[in-house]
């Protein structure tokens, strides 16, 4: 990744997700004199590390990524809590109209159009940055735990007049239910008080993992060392003496808001990274079009499938198979017809096989099944029901329904041949399928 900080200005913080390197070669040793700052990341995975800890106002996203679509990497910005109402534009090469309802749909502001100059990218990113995101004006939330009558009416219009969101409650007993169902930001809560004090509440909140992390402010005319140092034990992040001044109170709640808001802020930033980062990690897995796992990950699989099975001498088994006739569905229906065809096979592949099996597509029309711990006989019957159950399927597009048949290999792993032996050897069996007129399975 890297930061333009002399293309375009300091004041509008942009992201460009710039997998085909389009605009790097736009704005590229360009004089700018604007206010913008502009942070080029070369994929989606450092693009959305980007969006989510560089403070960004504004994200631009090629449509045209190899990794995967533009849409689909705002459907991901647009699903995260942290990212979700940062503008974002389109850069494409497209002018199908198709595109910009998708995008509409999933939540794009704009889209700017291959090829344009300097000047247009920066005019639309001036617009784009002009576009309010969504804020929800969300008060902060006070709770005061406090059983003296004449402190709960100083609390109340202090909190009041500043603006806050408060509960007060006078019973210490019905604390924990009532900080439960308020989730309040801060607790300030007094010391000494009948039934639970102020120390005991404390330690059941920070007991409570619902309820550790909200900072409590402990109101208090006792200053002895020993009880601040068992307070601040049990997890009180500050202390007011009693009588208080309303300005160091207030200066005091907001510096530890300020300092909850950050902490739930990075909390939810490390959890959606956490998230956006397996979803990534799922999409460089899997087959865009099938939901299997493409080919480069069932090689990934079948050689860790391979130690195990030598390491416990147990049987491995592969099934390769293949559409037949498949090019006629491309030439004579489209190619919309012929993906309907590729999704309709791996669905009633996936139902076939069983939960231990591992399915791929392995590239084209063609697909293979990893069947740990199990004979070449009984991968064989694995692979007839496949056969059977796509034989008996159909593939609906439109108004057609169109049949479909497979040709099927299935071969054993001898512990000595390599990988790329062992998957020869059924390819070459799924071909002596084909030869025997299609439509059926061959054990090599």
């Known amino acids: 990744m890297v930061t333009g900080n002399e293309v375009i200005g300091r004041v509008v913080k942009g992201l460009v997700i710039d997998g085909a390197g389009y605009v790097r070669k ?21 693009g959305l590390k980007s969006a989510i800890e560089d403070d960004i106002d504004l994200i631009l ?22 990212t979700k109402n940062i503008p974002v534009g389109i850069v494409t090469s497209s002018v199908e109209a198709k595109l910009r309802e998708e995008g509409k749909k999933a939540g794009v502001a704009d889209f700017l159009i291959k090829p344009f100059t300097l000047p247009e990218l920066i005019g639309f990113i001036e617009s784009l940055s002009r576009t309010d995101a969504a804020t929800t004006g969300e ?59 102020g120390m005991e509440l404390t330690r059941m909140l920070k007991g409570n993992e619902e309820l550790v992390n909200i900072p409590i402010i402990m109101v208090t005319s006792d200053t002895k060392k020993k009880s601040i140092l068992k307070a601040l034990e049990y997890g009180v992040v500050d202390f007011l003496t009693k009588p208080f001044d309303e300005e160091v109170l207030l200066a005091r709640m907001r510096a530890h ?38 080919h480069r990950h069932f090689h990934d699989i079948l050689r860790e499938q391979m130690r195990l099975s030598k390491k416990n001498r147990s049987e491995l088994s592969i099934i390769l198979f293949d559409i037949d006739h498949f090019k006629k569905f491309n030439d004579v229906y489209g190619h919309k017809a012929g993906d309907k065809v590729i999704q309709v096979t791996a669905h009633v592949l996936q139902k076939s096989i069983r939960p231990q099996d591992i399915s791929a597509r392995y590239g084209g029309e063609e ?5 740990p711990n199990t004979a070449v006989g ?54 002596e399928s084909k030869k025997a007129g299609r439509n059926k399975v061959t054990i090599a």
């Open 26 to 46: 736009v704005v590229d040793g360009k004089p700018h004199g604007r206010g913008y700052s502009l942070i080029l990341a070369d994929n989606p995975k450092d």
């Open 61 to 82: 996203v090629d449509d045209d990524m190899p990794q995967m679509e533009g849409i689909e990497f705002v459907n991901i910005l647009k699903g995260a809590e942290t």
């Open 139 to 197: 008060k902060e939330r006070i709770v005061v735990v406090e059983d003296s009558p004449i402190l709960c009416k100083i609390y109340a219009n202090i909190l009041s007049r500043f603006g806050f969101e408060y509960q007060i409650i006078s019973d210490s007993r019905r604390a924990i239910e009532g900080i439960t169902s308020f989730q309040p930001h801060l607790v300030l809560m007094d010391q000494n008080m009948p039934d639970i004090n």
């Open 257 to 294: 808001l300020n300092n909850k808001k950050l902490f739930d802020s990075l909390s939810l930033a490390y959890k959606e990274m956490s998230e956006l980062k397996n979803r990534l990690e799922l999409l460089s897995i899997t087959d865009g079009l099938t939901g299997l796992f493409n």
């Open 367 to 371: 697909y293979a099944v990893i069947l």
């Open 378 to 431: 009984v991968a064989g019957e694995v692979a007839e029901k496949i056969r059977s159950d796509v034989e008996g399927s159909k593939a609906i597009f439109e108004d057609l329904s169109l049949s479909v048949t497979v040709s099927a290999g299935v071969a054993l792993w001898d512990y000595e041949c390599s990988e790329d032996k062992f998957v020869v050897c059924a390819d070459m069996a799924m071909y």
